[in-house]
């Protein structure tokens, strides 16, 4: 099992920036898929970006496209997610994910660990 650690949410304008961080506790961590999925209140969970070992593979939800950048550092154990030109309908609890493997889904049934999520707010 993997224990997964979000970090780097907050409170920030619409337009403005956060990079959230996701630091894994497995030392193989680079043969893992990795993703970030959030929860906006009374939505439910959807998913916003995954990544491949070494980003070789990403994907990205049609609405983050072109503002959000998956990153991972394998070496480093931990996941990042830049995030610009945030609007309010960015808001939500973002959480981490990892799953066994390669390939890379959308499906949150692909990853098998979570971590507890860190709350991002965007102000208008």
């Known amino acids: 099992q993997v224990q997964l650690v979000e970090s780097g949410g907050g409170l920030v304008q619409a337009g403005g920036s956060l990079r959230l961080s996701c630091a894994a506790s497995e030392r193989t961590f680079s043969n893992y898929a990795m993703a970030w999925f959030r929860q906006a209140p009374g939505k439910e969970r959807e998913f916003v970006c995954a990544?491949?070992?070494?980003?070789?593979?990403?994907l990205y939800a049609d609405s983050v496209k072109g503002r959000f950048r998956i990153a991972r550092d394998d070496a480093k154990h931990t996941m990042y997610l830049q995030m610009n030109s945030l609007n309010t309908e960015d808001t939500g609890v973002y959480y981490c994910a990892a799953g066994p493997g390669l390939y890379t889904s959308p499906r949150a049934v692909r990853y098998s660990d979570w971590g507890q999520g860190t709350q991002v707010t965007v102000s208008s």
């Open positions: 990544s491949s070992r070494n980003t070789a593979n990403t």
